[in-house]
């Protein structure tokens, strides 16, 4: 979410082009001859059509404090929303297949650095076995736009250290698990120092391919909430391309881009105003092909209406005819939100059956 918004729950649908049809990519190949045949075979699972589901970081704001009590975890069995029902219906009838599952720092652990806090994360990884279930891959994302109630991590705030330390344990977790990936950030915004964040990120890349996650996805977000229009413009993309796997290479570092279309780019209109193609995705795409690496638009949306429909739709269409840069696009939200939310992606379900608002019919249906 981007710096006017207030709260930070959120559900994302995330469609994005098929992996086989990247992999004709030079540099995708390039990178893919470095991992053996079983890898390569993870990877084109992994990276096929996204959606994304909420509830566990409902209660953050974007100073990084989160007031654990409202989290509303997405599982009927946990008392909340049918998140296990959504994520199948997206997969069955909508064919998407990736999950965005944000959650709370503070609910995994009491104190930056801490251990997991055992029955939190058994809660969580319902939701990711939920989502694994469908046959998805899920991306685990910590919502907490690179603070700990306030402090910036690296740079007066928790060490490099503690939240790499968070990211060991869970990749531990799931390090067998191939489609499982991996969001080190939500929207880190007012950085004093992007070198600096560069190094936090390459702390937690490293715990996690250390802890034996070898090949997942992993996604690299920058400066101002991870805008793609300023991601090269604040120095994102040339920090965070410095950062490696411990062998050196960069196989499945994604970079992480957000972007919205309404008028101030705060996703809290139900109106769109522009596709963000020329301001922001052509000059990125660009940028992107110079070095030969990749994107993936982890949050976007639009209210359900018919200039988002027009605009959303648009920039869909672009994104999806520059696959060899951009892996996909994952749109806010669905899980816990109701149909008095602005960006509602929430179906409605009819008995056994389900029926899906007009953005997601018109725009991220596959």
């Known amino acids: ?3 006017k918004r207030v709260t930070t729950t959120t559900h994302s649908v995330f469609p994005a082009q098929e992996v086989e049809e990247a992999l004709q990519q030079p540099q995708v190949l390039a990178q893919a001859r470095q991992e053996v045949a079983e890898e390569e075979e993870a990877l084109v699972a992994c990276n096929t059509q996204v959606s994304t589901l909420l509830g566990f970081d409902f209660g953050c704001t974007i100073d990084g404090a989160c007031n654990t009590k409202n989290i509303y975890p997405p599982l009927t069995s946990l008392g909340g929303s049918d998140g296990a029902g959504q994520m199948q219906h997206f997969y069955r009838d909508d064919g998407l297949n990736i999950f965005r599952i944000p959650v709370a720092w503070q609910f995994l652990v009491s104190s930056p650095g801490g251990t997991l806090i055992s029955s939190n994360f058994q809660q969580y990884d319902q939701t990711i076995q939920a989502c694994l279930a469908t046959g998805a891959t899920c991306v685990i994302d910590i919502h907490n736009y690179a603070r700990w109630n306030g402090a910036i991590i ?14 060991k344990q869970i990749a531990t977790k799931y390090a067998s698990q191939s489609k499982v990936a991996f969001g080190i950030m939500n929207e880190p915004h007012d950085i004093p120092d992007i070198g600096k964040w560069a190094t936090t990120v ?28 300023t991601y090269v413009s604040n120095g994102s993309l040339a920090a965070l391309q410095k950062v490696k796997n411990p062998d050196g290479s960069t196989t499945n570092l994604i970079f992480d881009v957000h972007k919205y279309l309404d008028s101030d780019n705060s996703g809290t209109h139900t109106e769109c105003v522009k596709d963000n193609v020329s301001t ?11 070095i030969k690496r990749q994107a993936i638009l982890s949050e976007t949306g639009g209210g359900n209406t018919a200039s988002c429909a027009q605009y959303v739709c648009s920039q869909v269409a672009f994104l999806n005819s520059n696959s060899d840069v951009y892996l996909g696009y994952i749109a806010w939200s669905a899980g816990g939100f109701d149909s008095t939310y602005e960006l509602t992606l929430t ?3 009819n008995g056994n059956s389900w029926t899906d608002t007009s953005l997601m019919t018109k725009c991220f249906k596959r």
Do not use: C, H, Y
């Open 154 to 167: 690296g740079q007066g705030g928790p060490t490099d250290d503690q939240l790499a330390s968070l990211w």
């Open 280 to 290: 922001a995705f052509k000059p990125l795409a660009d940028s992107l092909r110079a």
């Open 202 to 229: 390459q702390a937690s890349v490293t715990a996690i391919r250390n802890a034996g996650a070898k090949t997942q996805m992993i996604l690299l977000p920058g400066n101002n909430f991870t805008s793609a229009e």
């Open 1 to 3: 979410m981007s710096a």
């Open 347 to 349: 179906p409605t379900k």
